[in-house]
């Protein structure tokens, strides 16, 4: 399928456009950054991590959420959540330089090994991005390289080139689902670009972008959570939802994927529409009457039970280091708009509302009162791992950028 695709994606790349897939930042003036105790926040998630470790050894079981039992919700590393736990352990292991985070970061990081031949889920690049993405970025390990160059192909098998989309589900009767989410597993790729120079990758995740851009919005700027495509003509079937409220409602979580889908596919390929098309996800969540006061969402922008219905926490922590790398790429009014809200956002992320009010409570979990899926009744307000996995990056992205550093190290 991999030599496959070489003959079928365009191989010509100019000059620009090979520099252009960088992932470089830019600097940010730290004089204007609104305040947020970044560091005591990674101060707290670190003990909340070192009670977790205490309590689970196994690093086959990843920890997911928390079951109506009260027992933590461990889950094998084929699942698509196995890669976030890791990515935490890299990130205070980043913020510490202590040899026991990166150990710990490393041991957890060797369980997922296997899953880079995975070709049965689009969800590998969460997977290996967040754990064998982040240790390579900060060890220059060559093993991690091979790994998530291996992983890169299998996730690009996945891709259609006459839908011009990376297929998302397998086990729906659906012709070809594509779900908002997978604009999140583009970075495997755009970095197996950067880290290889094949071509193939990139050209994979800019046309999954902008196939994403033409079909999974509405020109208000929200979007649809699935788009289900004929594989052989690439046509559009039907527009749908299956965690949202509703087919024609904005569900959170999906809204916030595209606003950081859209920013990191401008970071790699530095084109305009892309930038152009997160600014205006960031408008329909600034601007959008049912954003409550603390910028923690609802868990839909439409449920008709609002004021009653779930914040979700996890997208909320998604939007905040969105909303920092955003701003690094906007004019002034606009990055001083996006900085505000994702600081608001830390702060009361931050509040006892919805961290965990010490350390080993809520199950070592950082963060409480995210969604995952209502319409399912499943995993409503409770701990998630990736809502805690983006707290964490949120504050290390704001620590880089007050420091003077580039957001990404």
């Known amino acids: 399928m991999y030599k496959y695709l070489m003959t079928l994606i365009v191989g010509l790349l100019l000059g620009a456009e090979i520099s252009a897939c960088s992932s470089s930042q830019s600097k940010s003036d730290d004089s204007a950054l609104p305040k947020v105790e970044a560091k005591a926040n990674l101060k707290f ?213 595209g606003l950081y889908g859209f920013t990191m596919a401008y970071r790699y390929t530095k084109d305009q529409r892309f930038l152009k098309q997160a600014q205006k996800i960031a408008h329909f969540i600034l601007t959008n009457p049912h954003l409550p006061d603390d910028y923690i969402p609802y868990w839909d922008y439409n449920d008709p039970a609002i004021p009653d219905a779930p914040r979700d926490a996890s997208a909320a922590a998604i939007m905040s280091s969105a909303f920092l790398e955003l701003s690094t790429y906007v004019g002034e009014q606009d990055k001083l708009t996006f900085q505000k809200a994702s600081a608001k956002i830390l702060n009361n992320l931050s509040s006892p509302t919805y961290r965990a009010k010490k350390v080993g409570a809520n199950n070592g979990f950082i963060l409480n009162k995210s969604v995952g899926s209502k319409p399912e009744h499943s995993e409503v307000s409770v701990p998630l791992v990736y809502a805690d996995y983006y707290y964490v990056e949120a504050n290390t992205r704001y620590l880089n950028l007050k420091n003077g550093n580039s957001i990404l190290k």
């Open 45 to 257: 998630a670190q003990k909340q991590l070192r009670y977790y470790l205490q309590q689970h050894t196994d690093t086959t079981r990843f920890p997911r959420s928390v079951n109506s039992n009260g027992m933590v919700r461990l889950v094998k590393a084929n699942d698509w959540t196995s890669g976030f736990f890791p990515g935490e352990l890299w990130y205070i292991y980043e913020d510490t330089g202590e040899p026991f985070w990166k150990d710990k970061a490393a041991a957890w990081t060797a369980s997922l090994r296997k899953q880079q031949y995975n070709t049965g889920t689009h969800d590998v690049g969460f997977m290996m991005n967040c754990s064998y993405g982040n240790g390579y970025r900060l060890t220059d390990n060559p093993d991690y390289k091979n790994v998530l160059l291996q992983s890169a192909k299998s996730l690009a098998s996945r891709f259609n080139p006459k839908v011009g989309v990376i297929k998302s589900w397998d086990w729906t009767d659906w012709k070809y689902p594509v779900i908002i989410d997978n604009m999140m597993n583009l970075e495997l790729l755009f970095k197996a670009t950067e880290i290889s120079g094949d071509s193939t990758f990139y050209h994979v995740a800019k046309t999954h972008a902008l196939t994403t851009m033409k079909n999974h919005f509405r020109p208000d700027g929200g979007s649809f959570h699935v788009v289900n495509y004929d594989p052989e003509t690439g046509d559009v079937i039907w527009r749908r939802t299956r965690q949202g409220y509703a087919d024609s409602s904005t569900w959170a979580r999906g809204e916030a994927w």
